[in-house]
């Protein structure tokens, strides 16, 4: 079955703390994608990678950062820069970001924050 | 500045009846958009897409119309159900992936 996995689903960290995200997938795409949902508003582009060691800054980088050393594999750090951090978080994988543009999303991880 | 809107929070729909839901662009490279089906705590999930090639898009009982000249598209759902009963983002996958802010559909039986 292939697909694209986050986890863990639900996440408490203090304030303060670095936390990583994981995102893996499994349907040899190339583009990979990082949004948060915050309540009553839609997804915010964090992070992309179209390729293998390469990434690009979204709408709202600032305070993440991410890594791409594989393809199967984009993890989020939200560093203790993020001033609100605290929201779902939404890992989506593409095949070819240039022709084809539809995303397949992961469940998503839930980030408290106290 | 909000360059994908979708104006509508939420809206509610009798079982049977047509949802309509809209979205309204602004800047754009290119005209490709993408709706998605979001129920609460789990991803988005992929329901139909249109390109500036076209102003309709049909598949099954969603079909979305696009307005270039007016920079707006709609999302028809006919006949709605409730199993429909969803956030609904449109995205503009030619300006950054951005997303609208979503419509919650509710769907009575």
């Known amino acids: 079955d292939g697909g694209i996995t986050q986890s863990p689903k639900y996440l408490f960290r203090k304030e303060g703390q670095n936390v990583t995200l994981s995102c893996e997938q499994n349907?040899?795409?190339?583009?990979m994608y990082w949004y948060r949902q915050d309540p009553g508003q839609g997804l915010r582009l964090i992070y992309y990678?179209?390729?293998?060691?390469?990434?690009q800054k979204g709408d709202i980088a600032e305070g993440y950062s991410v890594s791409r050393e594989k393809k199967e594999s984009f993890p989020l750090t939200v560093t203790s820069a993020q001033k609100n951090p605290t929201a779902f978080y939404l890992c989506?994988?593409?095949?070819?970001?240039?022709?084809?543009?539809?995303?397949?999303f992961g469940p998503g991880t839930r980030l408290t924050v106290t | 500045d909000q360059q994908v809107k979708q104006n509508s929070p939420s809206l509610s729909v009798q079982e049977g009846r047509i949802s309509i839901l809209n979205c309204d662009y602004t800047?754009?490279?290119?005209?490709?958009f993408l709706w998605y089906k979001k129920y609460p705590a789990e991803g988005p999930t992929f329901l139909i897409s249109?390109?500036?090639?076209?102003d309709k898009n049909e598949d099954g009982r969603f079909t979305v119309f696009l307005n270039k000249s007016a920079k707006h598209l709609s999302l028809h759902i006919v006949p709605s159900q409730p199993g429909d009963s969803a956030v609904y983002f449109c995205?503009?996958?030619?300006?950054?992936?951005?997303f609208g802010g979503g419509t919650r559909l509710m769907v009575k039986p």
């Open positions: 989506a994988s593409s095949s070819d970001p240039g022709q084809d543009y539809e995303q397949y």
């Open positions: 349907l040899n795409h190339d583009a």
């Open positions: 990678s179209q390729i293998v060691n390469d990434f």
């Open positions: 800047n754009s490279m290119f005209d490709y």
């Open positions: 249109i390109s500036s090639i076209k």
């Open positions: 995205e503009n996958a030619g300006n950054m992936l951005t």
